[in-house]
């Protein structure tokens, strides 16, 4: 039976959600079984105090049901995660316990997903076809819309945030940034793990049945920051350019702020390259700790010493671009600070590509596949199967 080749694995992450995995289990099963598909369910609990145990070990005499149990770890994506790695399919499948999913869908998204034109299939509420509760508040709606829309940096799908949707095993690589905060595993996984062929299958999206989940306090701000990580992942340059450049302003106030205060009781050439330097110092700070967090462990007084040779070499970028331009150009010369534009903008590309590649070192996340990580021994921590 070992032997058995799995066709699907559904993975259902649920926290006291018995009530709902009493109807929903048995509708699944049967959906699997009326589309010929050799599947297995994997339920992982976070240790529920309702009956979850003793539900799912009475249906998994009827049903191909396994429990994953963690007495101590929390989170619905490690929860997801952790179901991941235990499943044995060949097309992974997740969706939600408290049947806002329906059982039904789950065929239709494996067979998108069989399609070799198809790395990964979501359930979605806002393709053509779909609907969602009739009970959803226009805020609720919105909320949603707007949520979707942050996030189209990042892929063309209509639903990313979908907790409903199913990818080939060898598509979905277990990334170890898979954790961060935030719920919204379909969105980590399509980016982490570079799902480009995606399709959206249109599903009827319902409110819960039975019960309520206490929701998270602050959903916006752990979604603000899952996005920022994202962003960060797919546009890893780009991204540190960007703070690259905002540490580069904050720099520039405190030049102009210490250099105003000095003026009042130092010489003129004293309070310049004092508040040069303490602008030089500050941006070195926070360009460390911010822009180039993974170096932060190296030694400061080398990073230090190289740092400001970087600065010296992107102001010499700086004033030379300037000073090129407006002896070359009438319209640069008739117009120098436009000349100064475009020199401060090509000597912090310099700045920028000197810190990132001498100064302080690169960190790149690694992906490593399902069957690897099933292997490790952390993967079996914390748990019991039944």
Known sequence: MENTRIEASVVIPAYREAINLAVLVPRLAAALRRAGLNGEIIVVDDFSDDGTDVLCASLS???????????EERGLASAVVLGLQEARGEILVVMDADMSHSPEMVPKLVAACRSPLVDFAVGSRY???????????WRRWLNSRIASFLARGLTAARDPLSGFFAAKRAALRIATELNQPGDKIGL?????CDCRRIVEVPIMFRNRVFR???PSPFPQREYGRQLAGLYQAKYPGLTRFIRFGLVGLSGAAVDLIGFSFLLLWAPLWFS??????????????????ITFRSAA???????????????LLGAA??????ILLCNSCRLFNTIPTLAGAIGAAAGATVNFSL???????ESNAVCVDTDQVRASPASTANRRVA
């Not at 393709?127 to 508040?137: C, E, L, P, Q, R």
């Not at 004092?274 to 360009?287: D, E, G, P, R």
């Not at 462990?297 to 600065?311: M, P, S, W």
């Open 272 to 289: 310049r390259a004092t508040a040069i330097a303490c602008a030089t110092l500050w941006n070195f700070a926070w360009n460390r700790q």
């Open 297 to 311: 462990d190296a030694r400061v007084l080398r990073q230090l010493v190289a740092y400001f040779g970087a600065t």
């Open 61 to 71: 005499r009827s049903f191909p049901l396994r429990l994953l149990t963690r007495p």
């Open 355 to 361: 810190c990132r590649r001498w100064v302080f070192k």
């Open 212 to 214: 309520r989940n206490n």
């Open 317 to 322: 970028t700086n004033c030379s671009m300037t």
């Open 127 to 137: 393709s053509k076809g779909s609907s969602v509760g009739a009970t959803w508040s």
């Open 188 to 192: 980590e996984a399509i980016v982490r």
